[in-house]
């Protein structure tokens, strides 16, 4: 019986897994085209969660909210960091910090 629960464990531990690293590549993809829009450069290829809330969501339906922090630069001399907020596996804002244009 244990083993049945063990399996059941790493089943779990394994499809979060999974669950996380697809919403990590949604927000790589998001952060990836708000730089193209902004004409910036998207810098290492990769996001960082930055943190992971239960929160309601604008239909009043709870959810989890996770951030995602990246950098970016406009200059090629300076790094800014730039923020992606998913509910779910819905994009709900992209953020960039005040950047130099030059």
């Not at 339906?61 to 950098?71: P, T, V």
């Not at 200059?75 to 030059?102: A, C, D, M, W």
């Amino acid at each position: 019986m244990s083993k049945v629960f063990g399996i059941i464990a790493l089943a779990l531990v394994a499809y979060y897994w999974a669950y996380t690293q697809k919403l990590k590549q949604l927000a790589v993809s998001a952060g990836r085209q708000r730089c193209q829009k902004a004409g910036v450069q998207f810098l290492d290829h990769t996001v960082v969660q930055n943190g992971l809330k239960l929160n309601k969501g604008a239909n009043g339906r709870w959810g989890i909210y996770r951030e995602y922090i990246f950098d970016f630069t406009s200059t090629g001399e300076q790094r800014y960091q730039g923020k992606i907020l998913l509910l779910g596996q819905h994009i709900v804002s992209t953020e960039l910090e005040p950047f130099s244009i030059n």
